[in-house]
């Protein structure tokens, strides 16, 4: 039901956008969060955003270069990322959460469903 797609290889420094779009579920009415889950490492959180006042949260070493935002006319939710450096290299995934509140979207369990990952490569 969440399709994520919009990885590829780019160089240290650039640019690519994310895209999650959605078949059966209305996301303008879901909290939305985007996870890497990187070679070798566990999966980790990377930004959310409660459909409560579209409010956003990120980890630390995204903040300033990764945005999430959503286009509810398309049913779809981007992870905007900029200044990408190599150890954001990871698989992204998408996930959708009938939470209301932001601070249970940084935790993988509030989730009701998943996307099926989109590979991101940064070259250095």
């Known amino acids: 039901q969440l399709q994520a797609s919009g990885g590829g290889l780019v160089q240290a420094g650039g640019s690519l956008r994310l895209s999650c779009a959605a078949s059966g579920l209305t996301l303008s009415s879901a909290g939305m969060g985007w996870y890497r889950q990187a070679p070798g490492k566990e999966r980790e959180f990377v930004a959310a955003?409660?459909?409560?006042?579209?409010?956003?949260y990120y980890i630390d070493s995204v903040k300033g270069r990764f945005t999430i935002s959503r286009d509810n006319a398309k049913n779809t939710v981007y992870l905007q990322m900029n200044s990408l450096k190599p150890e954001d290299t990871a698989v992204y995934y998408c996930a959708a959460s009938s939470s209301p509140r932001l601070y249970e979207l940084r935790f993988a369990t509030w989730y009701d469903y998943w996307g099926q990952g989109t590979l991101v490569t940064v070259s250095s």
């Open positions: 955003m409660s459909w409560v006042e579209d409010t956003t």
